[in-house]
């Protein structure tokens, strides 16, 4: 099955055009590059032992993405394409709205004029807010999102079931990332981000080898056993898993329409300061860090309840927090030999 991978050269993108290529899959991808760097077409070669067909374009480009879906007979669509800066949202909602809802738009638009029926949409924890209770289950109300970045995923989700429910052909899942981490154990892929980290891990990993001075933890006077918040952090390659498995889901459903959603974490609520004890031990490196203030739109603590998935599609989390500190730490290090001998 040839299936299109918006965002594939991004984090969560590339991790899934292994898994995919590995599970039988054609991933064909499709990425502007905004926030990714084309030597990652590369490094998935040397992972896959093949290339992967990339088309250098915007998701939001409706002739380009047009003509993709003309010549690649395609038979389903990974969407990862999006901004995802919570902070950079705030700033710039129009970009954040036009971007990832207008490419979600688009696709579904060109998928009808296609008869491409399987779409697999990257969602996430932040529709949640701060939920009352926890864990969260998919059936937990979605709250008013903190952020325009929150908001445009659930907006996404919602106009995805609504085309579902439209009774157009359509079978859709939307998975709901919790905190994805860690990198690919070949330390081939990983996260890249540009300029400072805003995520968690990146920084820590850019700290222990001192491209920053120090971590900031924002905040320990919340609400919880350590006073630092508390996270679901998901490795991204069980992540990546979970769409190959969601696709496969919707090639056993019968009929032309569905839709459901699932939570995509491991299980385990986690605090940072939990997680920065773990990343010394593991990887033997010591961490300098201090408390600062709160992060205006944090919320204290989410994490997942994971029964649907594996009940559902099958899919559970396999690898451990220490896992997942490893694979970035490698990560890290390889990024930092690059520095000294290729452009990153
Ligand atoms: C995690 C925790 C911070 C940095 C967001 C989006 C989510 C997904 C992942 C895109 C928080 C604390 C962080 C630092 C810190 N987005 N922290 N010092 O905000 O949970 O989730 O990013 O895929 O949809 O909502 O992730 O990694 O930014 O923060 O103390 O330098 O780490 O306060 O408690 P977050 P994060």
Redesign the pocket.
């Given at each position: 099955m040839k299936i299109l991978v918006t965002g594939g050269a991004g984090f969560?993108g590339s991790h899934t055009v292994v898994e995919l290529h590995q599970a039988g899959f054609e991933p064909i991808i499709i990425d502007n590059f905004s926030n990714s760097e084309e030597k990652v077409l590369t490094r998935l070669e040397s992972i896959i032992g093949k290339p992967t067909v990339c088309y250098k374009a915007d998701c939001n480009d409706e002739a380009t993405l047009r003509s993709i879906f003309k010549k690649e007979q395609l038979d389903g669509v990974i969407h990862f394409a999006a901004s995802?800066a919570?902070g950079e949202s705030v700033e710039k909602p129009l970009m954040y709205y036009q971007n990832n809802i207008g490419s979600t738009l688009l696709l579904l638009k060109i998928m009808q004029e296609f008869g491409v029926k399987n779409f697999v949409f990257s969602s996430?924890?932040?529709v949640y807010g701060q939920p009352d209770f926890l864990p969260v289950t998919e059936e937990t109300p979605r709250q008013e999102a903190a952020?325009p970045?929150?908001n445009t995923?659930r907006i996404c989700e919602d106009i995805i079931r609504d085309v579902v429910t439209s009774k157009a052909e359509l079978k859709a899942i939307s998975l709901r990332?919790f905190?994805?981490i860690g990198a690919h154990e070949s330390a081939e892929i990983g996260e890249l981000p540009r300029g400072v980290?805003?995520?968690?891990?990146p920084?820590i990993t850019q700290a222990a080898t001192g491209l920053r001075e120090k971590?900031?933890?924002?905040?320990n006077d919340y609400n919880t056993v350590d006073g630092?918040?508390i996270?679901d952090f998901i490795h991204v390659v069980d992540l990546a898993k979970a769409h190959v498995k969601a696709l496969k889901l919707l090639a056993t459903i019968e009929g032309d329409t569905y839709y459901d959603v699932f939570n995509v974490g491991t299980g385990e609520g986690v605090t940072?300061l939990r997680l920065i004890e773990t990343f010394e031990k593991v990887n033997n490196v010591k961490l300098n860090y201090s408390i600062g203030p709160?992060?205006a739109g944090?919320?204290e603590q989410i994490y997942a309840q994971v029964d649907k998935s594996q009940q559902v599609m099958g899919w559970s989390a396999e690898k451990t927090l220490e896992d997942s500190l490893r694979d970035a730490w490698r990560w890290q290090q390889r990024l930092a030999e690059g520095n000294t001998k290729e452009a990153v």
């Amino acid at each position: 099955m040839k299936i299109l991978v918006t965002g594939g050269a991004g984090f969560i993108g590339s991790h899934t055009v292994v898994e995919l290529h590995q599970a039988g899959f054609e991933p064909i991808i499709i990425d502007n590059f905004s926030n990714s760097e084309e030597k990652v077409l590369t490094r998935l070669e040397s992972i896959i032992g093949k290339p992967t067909v990339c088309y250098k374009a915007d998701c939001n480009d409706e002739a380009t993405l047009r003509s993709i879906f003309k010549k690649e007979q395609l038979d389903g669509v990974i969407h990862f394409a999006a901004s995802k800066a919570v902070g950079e949202s705030v700033e710039k909602p129009l970009m954040y709205y036009q971007n990832n809802i207008g490419s979600t738009l688009l696709l579904l638009k060109i998928m009808q004029e296609f008869g491409v029926k399987n779409f697999v949409f990257s969602s996430s924890c932040t529709v949640y807010g701060q939920p009352d209770f926890l864990p969260v289950t998919e059936e937990t109300p979605r709250q008013e999102a903190a952020s325009p970045y929150g908001n445009t995923k659930r907006i996404c989700e919602d106009i995805i079931r609504d085309v579902v429910t439209s009774k157009a052909e359509l079978k859709a899942i939307s998975l709901r990332y919790f905190n994805p981490i860690g990198a690919h154990e070949s330390a081939e892929i990983g996260e890249l981000p540009r300029g400072v980290p805003s995520n968690l891990v990146p920084y820590i990993t850019q700290a222990a080898t001192g491209l920053r001075e120090k971590l900031t933890i924002f905040g320990n006077d919340y609400n919880t056993v350590d006073g630092t918040c508390i996270r679901d952090f998901i490795h991204v390659v069980d992540l990546a898993k979970a769409h190959v498995k969601a696709l496969k889901l919707l090639a056993t459903i019968e009929g032309d329409t569905y839709y459901d959603v699932f939570n995509v974490g491991t299980g385990e609520g986690v605090t940072i300061l939990r997680l920065i004890e773990t990343f010394e031990k593991v990887n033997n490196v010591k961490l300098n860090y201090s408390i600062g203030p709160r992060r205006a739109g944090d919320i204290e603590q989410i994490y997942a309840q994971v029964d649907k998935s594996q009940q559902v599609m099958g899919w559970s989390a396999e690898k451990t927090l220490e896992d997942s500190l490893r694979d970035a730490w490698r990560w890290q290090q390889r990024l930092a030999e690059g520095n000294t001998k290729e452009a990153v």
